[in-house]
């Protein structure tokens, strides 16, 4: 289980652990407003592009949606983003392929704490 910060999560993010099955996602969003979340595949070479190599973190089953629209989500094979509301929610994601550690980014907006467990 590992648990974010805020601060870490603000700006540019912070490196995921290793993500292999399922996993739940839990946020804690302080403020009256809606916050955001984003999940983005690091990217690649000079350009910073994904490319053939560019691992598909971001494909697999989002399910078990607890105080988040699911309709919110926006999902491709290498982002997906959620607007995830005031107070407590989470959702379960099931990667197709284990995640390696560091090889995607993890981000949220306003005072936003994150918890994968």
Known sequence: MASYTALQL???GTPTEVLSGA??????NPLSSSAYF??????????????????KNAV???ASF???DSNTLITSSYIS??????GAS????TPTSTVA??????????DTTLTIS
């Open 10 to 12: 603000q700006g540019a």
């Open 90 to 93: 989470s959702f379960v994601f």
């Open 66 to 68: 607890t105080g988040i």
């Open 60 to 62: 697999g089953t989002y």
């Open 81 to 86: 983003s959620v607007v995830v509301p005031s």
């Open 38 to 55: 984003t999940f983005e595949t690091t990217r690649t070479g000079s350009k910073q592009l994904y490319d053939d190599s560019s691992p």
């Open 101 to 110: 550690v560091s090889s995607s980014m993890l981000r949220t907006t306003g």
């Open 23 to 28: 996993k739940t996602f839990t946020f804690s």
